[in-house]
């Protein structure tokens, strides 16, 4: 056969499993039919049976062949992370991850498992193969904790795989079958904290104890000088666990993935800033609020140099922090805005005409390209900064005030 006819003929086979994953998915082995697959691969009968023996076969094959996918993913996740706790917890939130970012690959994944798991001659074919290389990868990784000393050698590692790939299949079945929750991912901490308390070794356990000075406070706070220094995109976990100095497996129980940890940086920033509006809603003045708001967001942001260069290059410029949690906290700190302009047109201070979001947009234009401005020049003089901001601050207000004597009035009582 030519090259270009074996090509074909792959190509027409891997058709084939894809059409027989959908079909035995949605019927079963007992309900599919070759008919079905043919007609969904665009084939005749007949082609089916020059590549597989009978139903059972094919559907022996379509197994693997999703097991081969979902193994290639997660060693590309797993390539790099060499800290057996670190990889153990990046597979435990891989299936929880497959879960929930593709429930219908997911779903079809569990269907052929469990179609396949319940035939006793799926354990003499070679479909089971791609099933047992899968399983190996976690036996590897608590065989590389026992040699590391950090897990238990006085456990049987293979019945410590099947507790924790049950619990995983159960994660799935009450997401997509009984429909128990919406999501697995948050129950990943759970998760771990079962699991490392089985197989911890006791030393390692009253270590991290010891040692437990709010780790998270210190990754975060080791996530952002990494990330400032390295930038998002070239920084690993493992040196930021360093720098943190904790076990770059104790990252992945606070943040399932490096975009989580990423997007955490800001939340307790902008929960202060948001717990700060009794602060700027103490003051009865509309022009003194909107001025009050302007300078905390600046100062708030501008006190560290290294969290405003990561805030600004890799959060905010990120489309990903749009569709994340800490863009919510981002919108409600925002929202405070929107209420002191609402406020000063009620009174009668601000214009009625004033669009909410144009001068949303414009505050926060304004300072995405004056911070920026900041950030990458480091020859910028604090005091030329503060200037920039109380220019700033006069030219907002000027933006909305109706009566600019008045506004003259308290710029010159505040100057």
Partial sequence: MGV????????????????????????GLADANISDIARKANIADSIIYHYF???????????????????????????????????LGKMIWHHLYIN???????????????ECRSNQNFYSHEGYQALRRYTKIMSDILQQGVDKKIFRSDVDLILVRNMIFGLLDEESLSRFSSQEIDSTLPDFDGIMDLVLS???????????????????????????????????????????????????????I?????????????????????????????IDCPIRKLRRFTRLLFTTFMGNRDFLRVFLLDIKLNKKFYVSSAYKDYIDYVSILEAILEDGKQRGI?????????FRNLFLGTFTHLATRWVMLDNAKPIDMMKSIEDLVSL???????????????EESVG
Wanted: aromatic content about 8%; proline content about 2%; hydrophobic content about 40%.
């Fill in 254 to 282: 606070y943040y399932p993935s490096k975009s989580d940890l990423l997007f955490s940086i800001p939340k307790r920033r902008f929960k202060w800033l948001c717990e700060s509006r009794d602060e700027v809603f103490h």
């Fill in 100 to 114: 929930d970012l593709s429930p219908h690959e997911t779903r079809v994944l569990k269907d052929l498992l469990f």
């Fill in 396 to 410: 907002l207000c000027w933006s909305v005030v109706i009566d600019k004597t008045a506004l003259q009035e308290i």
């Fill in 4 to 27: 270009k006819n074996k090509v074909l003929a792959a190509n027409r086979r891997k058709d084939l499993l894809k059409s027989a994953q959908e079909i035995f998915s949605q019927k």
């Fill in 350 to 358: 601000f214009k009625q005409k004033i669009d909410n979001r144009l």
């Fill in 53 to 87: 023996i009978n139903k059972e076969d094919l559907l022996f094959y379509a197994l693997a062949d999703k097991l081969d996918e979902v193994e290639c993913e997660l060693k590309l996740h797993l390539s790099g992370i060499r800290d057996p706790v670190s990889k």
């Fill in 198 to 252: 089985i197989i911890s070794c006791e030393e390692a356990a009253v270590k991290e104890v010891v040692n437990d000075d709010n780790k998270e406070a210190r990754i975060l706070k080791a996530a952002v000088q990494v990330f400032s220094e390295k930038g998002y995109n070239a920084a690993t976990m493992a040196e930021i666990a360093s720098t943190a100095n904790v076990a770059e497996g104790t990252i992945y």
